[in-house]
């Protein structure tokens, strides 16, 4: 997968959390993955058509999910309750909505389906594709998460 | 949100498992859920897009969804494994495309992306829209699942 694409989603994830929560998170090596899934506690996830189908999730640990909606809410969040899953459907959409103005800069149009939120504590997603799995780990202080983008 | 809407996911469903598990489910009443979330153990999810956006998830409790693979195996199946994981997929893929071909004929167009499964007991799904959220409930012997279409 070419670079140009991988750089869209890695620059709107880390564009729209400094935005909305004011929070830097560190990128890890992103790379291709072979069938493995994510796992998170909380996950936004949102299909997308286009010049090929695929879809988008974020995995985030119970930890890094509170605590970056501690920062968007300006005060303390201690459970995941409905709040926090609506907000995590906003960052799944303003994310998704940021990449694919990125990738439109670029040539590369796509529309997006509605967001859903997956709540359970260390559930799994897996995608079911033959085509690219791209995933990009990040770091907070308060734990990991997983950005995945998959290609038809 | 009109008969000739639901229906094209109330036959597809039907169609599909009699098709791939010699299964029978029992439709309930479909219903417009007002913002709560369907629970299950392993979720078949997948978005569209075309003349409005949406997603589509099918949600099984495990003793149903081992009894499904079952009979689509041909060999009796115990754990929630990668191949259950895959037939969920596929079932989404098969179910999403058959609901969409139905609706073609009636004149609604849309796109498909690529579907998800999550895994994980007892975990939620959320549908994040503002839009009619449709919930279609099924009962067999081993269990229920649950049919759910959301739009923007």
């Given at each position: 997968m070419k670079a140009e694409i991988i750089n869209p989603f890695l620059e709107a994830t880390l564009s729209v959390l400094k935005t909305m929560a004011s929070l830097e998170p560190i990128p890890g090596k992103a790379y291709?993955?072979?069938g493995?899934?994510?796992?998170?506690?909380?996950?936004?996830?949102?299909?997308?058509?286009?010049?090929?189908?695929?879809?988008?999730?974020?995995s985030f640990s119970r930890?890094?999910?509170?605590?970056i909606v501690t920062r968007m809410f300006g005060e303390e969040v201690k459970e995941?309750?409905?709040e926090v899953k609506d907000a995590v459907g906003e960052l799944t959409n303003v994310i998704s909505?940021?990449?694919r103005r990125r990738l439109e800069e670029i040539g590369h149009h796509f529309t997006g389906a509605v967001p859903s939120v997956i709540s359970g504590p260390g559930h799994e997603v897996k995608h079911i594709t033959r085509g690219p799995i791209l995933s990009i780990p990040f770091s907070t202080k308060?734990?990991?998460f997983t950005v995945e983008v998959c290609f038809k």
């Open positions: 291709l993955k072979n493995s899934s994510a796992t998170g506690d909380v996950t936004g996830i949102v299909g997308f058509t286009g010049e090929t189908e695929g879809s988008l999730c974020i930890a890094c999910i509170l605590m995941v309750n409905d909505g940021d990449s308060a734990g990991a």
